[in-house]
């Protein structure tokens, strides 16, 4: 599972020109997930996602977590995560899991990060427009292989 996370000062997804969902301060994560993964990577992903110390304390060093800071994230699936570009010029989606076990995997993945702060989410295999404000900006790119 990959995530692609975002300190945000505010983020928002829309479908068909309509915001679905929208958060303040927190994390924009953009997950995508591979054809091996399963239950383990949801776990191991969320539990170094809620952790991260990317957010400043009152010194302005990265030291708070999102927990902390009191933040919400929004997540959005995103297939394209699993695009290789080693041969050619197409990107290669095959080690993206199948879109109907996937999205059991992006579904718990929420449902994990529910249990520590509010979660938004995006609609899963829809064409979504995300506005992102990054703050920073902080961008971490995570693979639950290699946690």
């Not at 000062?9 to 829309?14: L, T």
């Not at 068909?16 to 776990?43: F, T």
Request: hydrophobic share 45%; aromatic share 4%; proline share 3%.
């Amino acid at each position: 599972m990959i995530a692609v996370i975002q300190r945000v000062s505010r983020s928002s997804v829309s479908v068909e020109g309509k915001e679905i969902a929208h958060i303040g301060r927190g994390l924009q994560i953009l997950v995508g997930v591979m054809h091996d993964d399963d239950e383990s990577d949801v776990q191991k992903l969320v539990r170094k996602i809620v952790a991260l110390r990317i957010f400043p304390n009152e010194a302005g060093k990265m030291d708070r977590n999102v927990v902390q800071i009191g933040g919400e994230a929004l997540v959005v699936s995103q297939f394209t995560l699993a695009g290789r570009i080693k041969k050619g010029n197409r990107p290669d989606f095959s080690e993206a899991m199948k879109p109907q076990e996937a999205e059991a995997l992006y579904e718990a993945f929420v449902a994990a990060m529910r249990e520590h702060l509010p979660v938004s989410t995006g609609r899963f295999g829809a064409m979504m427009e995300v506005e992102i404000r990054n703050d920073g900006p902080v961008t971490i790119i995570a693979d639950s292989k290699r946690l």
